[in-house]
């Protein structure tokens, strides 16, 4: 999630962002670009009124005024709970909601380059208010650049936003002032002194409402310096009304190292925030206030909703003399917005109507981007897609649409293709595709055993492995280095009965597998290693009745197994074995039960017995028939045999034919 705020034009939960979108629970990485109401004011009700259990980053100064920001908020919302009648569990969150909150929140320096599971980010510096940051993320080998609100001009106190050198995949927008164009600081520095002085000088009071902390702090570096140079204007008094104004200027003080180096130089020589001319007003009654003559008055909310800066905008309002200066951007449905289309009547915060006589500037010191630095800071990294986000929907869509012909421009020039250009509803999801990049990196000792040795077509043995969106490829003994993996093995062995001879077992091995070793062992047995020993086939001898067969357990090496166990059971029936003998035939079948190796009542007979025969087997083509000629001296003899060889060949089923 990135940013997590509030609408300032809404109270309670309608300000809220529509949760009911997400899963908070799913959620879990959160992070937020700087302490701005309608970036960060949410916070507490997201961590701690919802399921999110995810972690949370921020700037060191982000977080330091932050926590200032929303104690504040805390304050007035309770206030005007009791204002309303109201009960305190109506607020959005309690004191112990952001107490709780502030734990979790993780610091991130600018650059500094944070792992989170698949996710890699770093910040960069945007300019806007003191440590505001945009959001680099890294997911999958795409890149993702969230701006956040940010500025492209060096101001009094803060530097302009970075341009980063990695060229996003998709870059997210802000588009506050669509294709407006600024005036220059100096011309709004000039209407913002001068409006000042007419208005004081008349003897009139001048109201600039703004936020406690972020501009505020810019407004009131000019405001003194202008009371400087005019000597005439030593006399009004200049009021900073905020509870926060000491402990504001305490943490400018402390993060001098987030600001320019006009800032930091400043420094050396004193403090350029405590000044001379702007007095704090801690605590401020409106009603017994002494606003006699002229004066000047900082006050906050900025956008005039409620607080001190409604109170005196309702009491000062009906006076030509006064002035209001909108210096901040105006959001949707607030009074400040409301204010600068100079409307005749205006409604008190108790509902009633008056007369609006004082006078209305807006000069906006808001520190967002105007058209033309945002178009060049969009052609500066140069995205494959950008998403508009952070405006209103007319000024987003003009925008849009004249970057559509600004990259239009530039891809007909130097013929490259345009990014695409997005500007979704709140709530709408945008799908995008990007090719994958099919790359493997090398590591361990399968990275460092001589990859120099490597070319182009070799064969590289490992473990291929997908981790953070990279794949990676290890030797078998690091993948435990390298991942939450552990080697382990399974070596099966099996048992199948066999009756042949060692000779029949080994032609059939011979004639499966290309790579065949023997290694003879005692007793009369012998073991085979097939596929490069991988497989292990061992015979103990004529007496053992069948062999083992061994494997380490493999989706390969498992169907090798099968295949051998197959092979064994076959070799001991099939009638192809006929072919095996260990010794040739000596032509002696009967006898008279004497000699070795005759068996028990056998008869031999006498070579003056034996009869001469000549088989001849004529076969036809294609194997379908056979003729079988015997030629004998004695012609009884002959149809034995003839009849024997016919019996012979229909056992073997034409194998051999």
Excluded at 20 to 44: G, M, N, Q, R, Y
Excluded at 144 to 161: F, N, Q, V, W
Excluded at 196 to 205: A, C, P
Excluded at 384 to 391: A, E, P, S, T
Aim: glycine content about 8%; proline content about 4%; some cysteine.
């Amino acid at each position: 999630m990135l940013d997590c705020g509030i609408h300032p034009g809404y109270e309670g939960t309608e300000g809220l962002p529509d949760f009911k979108l997400i899963d908070p629970e799913s959620v879990d990485l959160l992070l937020v670009t700087h302490f701005h109401l309608d970036h960060a004011a949410s916070l507490p009700y997201f961590t701690e009124r919802t399921d999110f259990k995810g972690r949370v980053f921020m700037t060191h100064a982000t977080k330091a005024v932050l926590h200032l920001m929303l104690r504040d908020y805390l304050r007035l919302m309770s206030m005007r709970a009791r204002n309303n009648e109201g009960e305190e569990s109506d607020q959005l969150f309690s004191e112990e909601d952001l107490i709780n909150c502030m734990k979790k929140i993780e610091l991130i320096d600018y650059h500094s380059v944070v792992q989170h599971k698949n996710v890699r980010f770093w910040a960069y510096n945007a300019g806007h208010v003191l440590g505001a940051a945009m959001f680099m993320l890294e997911i999958g080998g795409r890149h993702i650049l969230y701006t956040g609100d940010y500025s492209m001009e060096d101001d009094r106190h803060l530097a302009k936003a970075e341009i980063p050198k990695i060229k996003p995949d998709l870059l997210i927008c802000e588009s506050t002032y669509g294709i407006q164009v600024h005036q220059t600081r100096e011309e709004r520095e000039a209407i913002f002194t001068g409006t000042v002085g007419r208005i004081v000088s008349e003897g009139g009071r001048c109201l600039i409402p703004v936020f406690a902390l972020g501009r505020a702090q810019e407004l009131l570096l000019i405001l003194d310096e202008y009371w400087q140079a005019n000597p005439a204007l030593h006399t009004i008094p200049i009021w900073y009304a905020s509870k926060l104004a000491t402990k504001a200027l305490r943490v400018y003080q402390t993060y001098v190292n987030f600001m320019n180096v006009r800032i930091r130089q400043a420094m050396d020589l004193g403090n350029p925030f405590q000044f001379r001319f702007i007095k704090n007003l801690k605590s401020i009654d409106v009603d017994s206030f002494d606003d006699r003559g002229p004066s000047v008055v900082f006050a906050s909310p900025g956008m005039l909703q409620n607080g001190v800066s409604r109170k005196l905008f309702d009491r000062w309002a009906p006076d030509p003399k006064n002035g209001v200066i909108i210096a901040g951007y105006a959001v949707e449905n607030t009074m400040a917005k409301d204010l600068a289309n100079e409307p005749e009547d205006v409604l008190t915060l108790e509902g009633k109507s008056q007369p609006r006589n004082c006078s209305v500037v807006v000069v906006s010191f808001s520190a967002h981007v105007d058209y033309l630095q945002n178009r060049d800071f969009m052609l500066a990294v140069d995205p494959g897609h950008i998403i508009f986000v952070h405006g209103q929907h007319n000024e987003m869509r003009r925008l849009r649409d004249a970057m559509k012909i600004e990259f239009k421009d530039r891809a007909k020039r130097n013929k490259v293709e345009a990014p695409r250009l997005y500007m979704p509803d709140n709530g709408r999801k945008v799908m995008m595709r990007f090719t994958s990049r099919k790359e493997a990196v090398v590591m361990g000792n399968l990275a460092s055993g001589g990859t120099s040795s490597i070319s182009e077509g070799d064969n590289l043995k490992g473990v291929m492995f997908t981790q953070n969106f990279a794949t990676r490829i290890c030797a078998l003994e690091d993948l435990g280095t390298y991942t939450q993996l552990r080697v382990g093995s399974v070596k099966s062995k099996l048992h199948v009965p066999f009756v042949g001879s060692l000779d029949t077992l080994r032609l059939f091995l011979l004639e499966m597998f290309s790579s065949v070793t023997e290694s003879p062992l005692d007793g009369g047995g012998s073991a085979f290693g097939l596929h490069n020993d991988e497989l292990s086939i061992t015979w103990g001898g004529p007496s053992s009745r069948k062999v083992a067969v061994e494997w380490d357990a493999s989706p390969v090496n498992d169907m090798l197994a099968d295949a051998a166990v197959a092979l064994v059971m076959h070799a001991q029936t099939s009638s192809a074995t006929i072919r095996v003998t260990s010794k040739p035939c000596d032509g002696r079948h009967g006898g008279d039960g004497e000699g070795e190796g005759e068996g028990k009542g056998a008869k031999r007979k006498k070579s003056e017995d034996l009869v001469s025969c000549v088989v001849t087997v004529e076969f036809e083509e294609g194997g379908r028939g056979a003729a079988i000629r015997a030629e004998c001296e004695d012609e009884v003899q002959g149809k034995l045999v003839q009849n024997c060889v016919a019996q012979m060949l229909g056992a073997l089923g034409g194998i051999y034919v």
